[in-house]
């Protein structure tokens, strides 16, 4: 069943001038208890007043009057951010790349597998729900929901904010989420980051400098505090800050104001801090080298994002992602797709590195794949998978390596295992753990209720 059903006034859209098709498709949806509407050609969609606010559209590409990919193009001319699923009744490879470079989910032919067609749903409604609920910030696991909850939650207020968390998981994407949500969302966001300057070099960057103030000062230049008035200032990275430029800056959360460097005249700062680090400032004041009074005053609401590996749900959207906006930057056009194979590893990959090493490595697999198939070995890490939760522990009959150990083995308690495994890790979503599995969804099904594991 699709664990993504979204909000109810959002329904699965389906546009087919075959009724047929339309019935087969909605009951398919319905049984899977998911709201649908059905319309018989583009002009009827179009016509509807709740066009604007489908969860996913599955449309005809051969459709009288105006044709799916038409229909498409004035999606996108209206900038209505639906998720489309394109059914045909022929392969053609130049329309699908031409539907998919535009913009949609996928590219199914008739008769279409069920499979497929849940899965891509899936993905569709997910998406919409990230970006519809979370201001287009990508993931739906209850961490990264707790996350966003905070962050919208503290974005009407001018209350400086801390985010903590190891690098790569996003923070500035939770900055911008949070300037977005404020009252100051038509200012400036500008961002710097304290750890890529020297000392002298980040105190002229944050308040700017008169002409003459050191040399080399030819003329004044405002600093990012200036230009981030009425707007918002995020300073990544902030544990990396000298403790003179520390006290600084404390001044400015204080007192709201600041000098240039080599000025006399006192100059208001009209902006929203956001500060960000992966350091542990407790950890740092005890050693002196981060102010207690600065993280106090940092630390007003503080809000921690878990790493990749604690939100495994988010992987997969993510992925998906970053498939689709890399593709047409790196090699001009989407991928072709990835593997089952390639997927598992994915998954099953510790990402140190988290959504930025998840980013990089989706990068390099479309330059390497050609935009053909992403498959293991246009991944950077080595071949052998790491130690997935699926795999068994000691305490449950371990694969067979080499010969059979003279008790023989239990074959159908370890299939047993791993399809308890695989539903647990997909939170009981069918369809997840098929994936995880290299199983079909039915195939599942049918091991499920031979081992009475319920539907």
């Known amino acids: 069943m699709i664990a993504n059903k979204g909000d109810l006034r959002h329904p ?20 899977e208890g998911l709201m649908v509407e059905t319309f018989g050609s583009a002009r009827e969609f179009l016509a509807s007043p709740r066009r604007d ?16 990919l038409d229909l498409q193009r004035e999606l996108v001319k209206e900038n209505a951010r639906v998720p489309i699923i394109f059914l045909t009744g022929h392969g053609d490879i130049p329309m699908s790349v031409r539907a998919i470079q535009a913009g949609a989910l996928d590219f199914l032919t008739k008769p279409v597998d069920v499979d497929q067609l849940l899965g ?16 287009g910030v990508i993931g739906t696991s209850q961490p990264w929901r707790a996350v966003i909850g905070q962050a919208a939650k503290v974005a009407p207020a001018e ?36 750890a890529a300057l020297p000392e002298a070099l980040l105190e002229s960057e944050l308040f700017g400098y008169e002409k003459g103030a050191f040399t080399g000062a030819v003329s ?17 990275e902030l544990g990396e800050m000298s403790p003179a430029v520390q006290a600084k800056f404390l001044r400015v959360l204080q007192e709201r104001e600041f000098q240039r460097l080599g000025g006399t005249r006192m100059l208001k700062a009209d902006v929203r801090v956001v500060a960000a680090t992966n350091r542990d400032l407790k950890e740092a004041m005890t050693r002196g080298a981060f102010r207690e009074d600065l993280y106090y005053r940092l630390h007003v609401f503080a809000i921690h994002l878990p790493p990749l590996r604690e939100r495994p749900e988010d992987i997969l959207p993510l992925l998906e992602h970053f498939l689709s906006q890399l593709g047409p930057v790196v090699i001009g056009r989407p991928a072709a797709g990835i593997s089952r194979e390639a997927r598992a590893q994915f998954l099953a990959h510790p990402w140190p590195g988290n959504v930025r090493e998840l980013r990089n490595v989706v990068e390099r697999a479309l330059i390497l794949c050609e935009g053909g198939l992403i498959n293991p070995e246009h991944l950077p890490w080595r071949a052998e998978p790491a130690r997935s939760a699926l795999l068994p522990t000691p305490s449950v009959p371990q694969p067979v390596v080499g010969e059979f150990p003279a008790q023989g083995v239990d ?15 997909a939170g009981q979503n069918k369809s997840k753990a098929a994936r995880l599995l290299g199983l079909t969804r039915t195939k599942l099904y049918t091991r499920m209720q031979r081992f009475g594991l319920g539907e």
């Open 12 to 31: 699965v859209c389906i546009v087919d001038d075959d009724a047929s098709v339309r019935e087969a498709v909605s009951s398919l949806l319905r049984s």
């Open 53 to 68: 606010a489908p969860g996913c559209l599955v449309l005809d590409v051969d459709l009288p009057g105006i044709s799916g």
């Open 120 to 135: 891509a749903i899936e993905r569709g409604m997910t998406q919409d729900q990230a970006a519809a609920r979370f201001g």
């Open 159 to 194: 209350t400086t904010v801390l985010l903590t968390g190891e690098s790569g998981t996003g923070k500035e994407v939770v900055a911008h989420l949070i300037h977005r949500g404020s009252r100051r969302a038509e200012g400036p966001f500008v961002a710097l980051n304290c």
């Open 220 to 236: 004044a230049r405002a600093g990012r505090l200036e230009q981030a008035a009425g707007g918002t200032l995020f300073l990544d």
């Open 411 to 425: 074959l159908e308690a370890m299939e047993r295992t791993l399809i308890e495994r695989a539903l647990k890790q």
